[in-house]
């Protein structure tokens, strides 16, 4: 299937549901599903869908795979944000000793060789280095998208290694948001859609969404765009509607991998204006990755990778 046709199907599948039963649960049938992890948590109660979701999308995830994952039927959770995480003053992510290999055929390539880090509440973070050194690698782990191979990943006080498959994912819909340097918005739905649509996959109840849908594309800029697609908006533009997107269902943490990498320095400078806007409004978190020297100034801390490790 191609990406087009793929993105016609998902929007058959969302149109009809929101027309003809004005429904917002029936977002489209799939079997798509991957095995549910085995142990039970403590916070979650009820069954959750562990298939992909927007919020699950790596770098390397083709927009194909995106809108079958946006097509996924829901399983609501009677489990709220409180159930997941218990509170925690500490930093949002500590990171210690973290390694990670990979094995292709008989090699195995160590990627990470010992990342130790901190990001605390409301810090933009930059993770700069050149192509290879592992930054997506680490970032995936960042996200609980990928595992470590030793070490350990805390998630607001919460080991991730020790969570199951179905508490990681709970984790993802609800206090990380993505963003990506293609912006991985669906191109059939408009600017305010796709953003309606992060709600929707995130169970905000329908009641909210057009007011936070409304706060967050106010809060990117783009108030004058909201029934423009994908197609009739600029680079800038599309990387402010991904933000909208990713800041939606309000998560603590918002993980970017090169999200100025498409853009000139104007429209990188505005997403990073929009990145520090959002860390004051919304009280999020911010971890990115970059190439472009020029933004660095506006982070808080900057670690430099360089072959799988950071240069002090
Ligand atoms: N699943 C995998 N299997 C094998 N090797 C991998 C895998 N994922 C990443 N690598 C290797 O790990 C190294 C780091 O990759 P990574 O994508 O993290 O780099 P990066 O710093 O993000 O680079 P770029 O700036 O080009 O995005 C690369 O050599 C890559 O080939
Ligand atoms: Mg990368």
Avoid at 39 to 56: G, M, V, W
Avoid at 199 to 209: C, F, I, K
Wanted: glycine fraction near 8%; hydrophobic fraction near 35%; charge should be negative.
């Amino acid at each position: 299937m191609s990406v087009i046709a793929g993105m016609k199907n998902l929007f058959s599948k969302i149109r009809p549901a929101k027309s003809q039963s004005g429904e917002d649960s029936a977002v489209g049938q799939t079997e798509h599903r991957e095995p549910v992890g085995q142990e039970e948590s403590a916070y979650i109660s009820e069954p959750q869908n562990t298939s992909i979701d927007p919020h699950d999308i790596t770098s390397e995830t083709s927009q194909e795979e995106v809108a079958v994952a946006a097509a996924e039927p829901e399983v609501k959770s009677k489990s709220s944000k409180k159930d997941l995480l218990p509170p925690y003053d500490g930093p949002v992510l500590e990171v210690r000793n973290v390694h990670r290999s990979f094995q292709t055929g008989s090699r195995i390539i160590h990627v990470l060789k010992g990342i130790d880090m901190e990001v605390n509440p409301q810090q933009l973070v930059m993770l700069k280095g050149r192509s290879g050194s592992g930054k997506t690698t680490l970032l995936n782990m960042l996200g609980g998208l990928d595992q470590p191979s030793s070490g350990d990943i805390l998630f607001s006080g919460q080991p991730l290694q020790d969570w199951g498959d179905r508490r990681r994912t709970a984790l993802r819909r609800r206090e990380i948001g993505f963003i990506f340097q293609a912006y991985a918005l669906m191109p059939l739905l408009s600017a305010w859609e796709n953003v309606e649509l992060s709600l929707r996959m995130a169970d905000v109840p329908r009641s909210e969404w057009k007011d936070r849908v409304g706060h967050c594309l106010d809060l990117v800029g783009l108030t004058k765009r909201v029934k423009h697609r994908p197609f009739e908006m600029s680079g800038g533009e599309q990387q402010r509607v991904a933000i909208a997107k990713a800041i939606a269902h309000r998560p603590r943490l918002l993980l970017a991998d090169e999200p100025t990498a498409e853009l000139d320095s104007k429209m990188g400078a505005q997403v990073m204006a929009v990145f520090r806007n959002i860390i004051e409004v919304e009280q999020v978190t911010i971890c990115m990755t970059t190439h472009d020297p020029t933004i660095l100034e506006v982070a808080d801390h900057v670690y430099e990778m360089a072959d799988g490790r950071f240069i002090k």
